[in-house]
């Protein structure tokens, strides 16, 4: 199924005390929008995941030095452009210009350039044109505002060939008051020659201090886009930025622990699975997403082992693209995950069907098989994997492998 | 390129001691070749390496039985059939199926059954047909004999979807004397609903206690088998086996070290390779292979670690078929390794041109850019990745990601 846009896209300017503007500064040929301006009204509570990837490109650099090297601190805006990722771009003056982007804002939003997290999508490995990007977050100035269509314009100027906006925004109460957690990003897009890139940037009103902020992140982050998976790659530029305006009044969230916390960590959890939701819908070339749920296993750290093996699995990936309900190929990519497994007691659902158990398939009649098959035509599959050894468990989220993969990623002009 | 029929296809019946056979017994319903019995005409030194997967067929389960669960041992046969598996069987009986098949090559062989390797590659989750594999088993006692036709015949009954017959040989001298290692082999093949499986026979005269060949086996299997990478993905069913009869006569290799060891790994690890390369050229889908020369790295486990995930990563393998001299998904996959790498420092080749280095892409105009993509069409790729920041070095092998994968793996009727 090709992804629909969100009904509502209403997100980043949703919590109290955020503007937002996005543009169009040239960068593409296509004309279409490149460029993205989050402003806070004042200096809020920020933190930060990356890539993990040991090449990083030029923004994420500078992001991580404005966030003290420890992932939190102190930022007042998120600027970003797409059209290209200013990676391996260094000799060039990448870092630089990542540094003139911030800079650029700051004047804008009226802030330090170190409260400005920068952000870059699109082709790597050329220089950036940063006359261009410049002038256009200064000339951002007028289009900055509150409201779904500002939301709008900036989730549009950080697609890359995403085929729709990406938002999301959930709402909870902190002390009495209300509170909203509002989000964009993109997904993996391709522009030559490039590589998937996934940016998500959140606002809150929510009063939380940094560290608590960034501990909140990382909770929210491995239950969500760390259990995606497109095709097994990671980007140099994988971002998820947070601002906290602490405008909704709340007692500031000053520990990792108690009932706001956890109000808090959930509603950003839910807000982060929704996004990595988008973003696999969206996926390059995917035709449907499958659930992983993984059970019954010994540690969390198994169950996304087995998790993570299943869902980058190719067979597994071409199984589900096919509507095939092959339990062999989930058994072997659970078996090969590195966890202990005891085949006699692992079983095996597709679609609420037991297809695998006492080391046995179960369902080997053709009509049974034909029926399962047309289950798993639906935009969702839902695989459940139980070893019966355990207590942890763990849902990931993956999505099938198809021949437009293949076309999106082996056939362009270089 | 399609694979090419090697131009010989003399192997396990070269090296003094053995013969060989293949049969039908009709597991396929097409009619082809479904059995293969290789036979020494003694006890053999017999080693072994299986899959690491947690879930394994009933062969493999046997086969490590009967090499006393450590991998090496005494024995005298190898008998495969190819058609099905005998995988998830259990409770139909699979584990007891696969030592009928060594029962009834034992009879043949005129040896212990606990001296017979099995194996079974094919549709999984199917009980195997005993009655027709030990009829047809028997039967094949008029077809053994030594020579290049037999050998053909033993690796044709090994064959599944493989598009051509697999097999290599060795020659060197021990202590003056003429020995030979010859070997059979078949690759990612592909039954609904089922896996790639690899298997592996290798035949030897060469005379070596049975601890010594399992490292010898271990030790060239390092640098073969467990350097290429079709889809990431790992059989439930790969074996490779060995038996070494002793018939050249060499002085007994005894410890695992010294010249004639070495000669013996030296020529083994050739072997594999050999093997290795072919199983690759007909991976699935395949359209060319790819070297990845990992150098200047800090130890043997980082250079395996970045050249796994350059060979399995798809962003790398849709670039190699698409001819596109896209240093940033090598760049990417390398990164993302889990080894501590230094962009300054890296440096990129493909077919001999630098294409980055200082972290900078250092082949940016279309002329030289269309140039290395035609070179690019060849039917292997060689890349090469240097960390500049310490000795060790691998090199791995991998296959391009073609619209015939999903073909494959995904257009069959389950």
Not at 61 to 80: E, F, P, S
Not at 91 to 109: K, R, T
Not at 121 to 148: F, H, Y
Not at 194 to 215: C, G, N, R, Y
């Amino acid at each position: 199924m090709p992804p629909s846009r969100p009904s509502s896209l209403a997100s980043v300017t949703a919590p109290q005390g955020f503007t937002a503007a996005g543009g169009c500064c040239g960068i593409k040929k296509s004309g279409r929008p490149d460029l993205c301006l989050i402003a806070a009204d004042r200096p809020c509570s920020a933190a930060a995941v990356f890539t993990t990837n040991q090449f990083k490109g030029a923004p994420v650099l500078v992001g991580m030095k404005h966030l003290n090297d420890r992932g939190y601190g102190t930022a007042q805006a998120i600027v970003c452009n797409s059209g290209n990722s200013n990676v391996a771009t260094l000799a060039a003056g990448g870092f630089e210009h990542a540094v003139q982007m911030c800079a650029a804002a700051a004047e804008l939003v009226g802030c330090d350039p170190h409260e400005v997290l920068p952000a870059s999508t699109g082709v790597i490995g050329r220089p950036l044109p940063i006359e261009k990007i410049t002038a256009g977050i200064t000339s951002l100035k007028p289009d900055l505002g509150r409201g779904e269509q500002y939301d709008i314009a900036a989730a549009q100027g950080i697609m890359t060939t995403d085929l729709v906006e990406k938002a999301t925004l959930r709402t909870f109460e902190l002390d009495g008051k209300p509170c909203t957690i509002g989000g964009i990003g993109k997904g993996s897009g391709m522009i030559a020659p490039s590589m998937a890139t996934m940016l998500i940037f959140f606002t809150t009103d929510a009063a939380i201090a940094p560290a608590v902020l960034h501990t909140a992140l990382q909770q929210a982050n491995a239950a969500s886009f760390n259990r995606i998976s497109v095709d097994s790659d990671t980007s140099t530029s994988d971002t998820v930025y947070i601002l906290a305006s602490g405008a909704a009044g709340n007692a500031l969230i000053s520990e990792p622990k108690g009932a706001s916390y956890e109000t808090f960590v959930a509603a950003l959890t839910q807000a982060c699975q929704a996004l990595a939701e988008q973003i696999m819908v969206d996926g390059e070339g995917a035709t449907r997403t499958f659930e992983v749920h993984v059970k019954g296993v010994g540690s969390l750290l198994d169950a996304d082992k087995i998790g993570r093996a299943v869902t980058d699995s190719p067979l597994v990936k071409t199984a589900i693209h096919g509507c095939d309900p092959n339990w062999g190929r989930l058994v072997m990519a659970s078996g090969k995950a590195g966890v202990e497994l005891n085949p006699a007691t692992f079983t095996v659902k597709i679609q609420g069907t037991t297809v695998f158990e006492n080391n046995t398939p179960t369902v080997t009649q053709a009509g049974p098989l034909a029926e399962l098959s047309e289950k798993m035509q639906a935009d969702r599959v839902v695989i459940e994997l139980d070893a019966h050894q355990g207590d942890a468990q763990a849902v990931w989220l993956g999505c099938d492998l198809s021949r437009q993969y293949i076309a999106i990623n082996a056939d362009y002009t270089t």
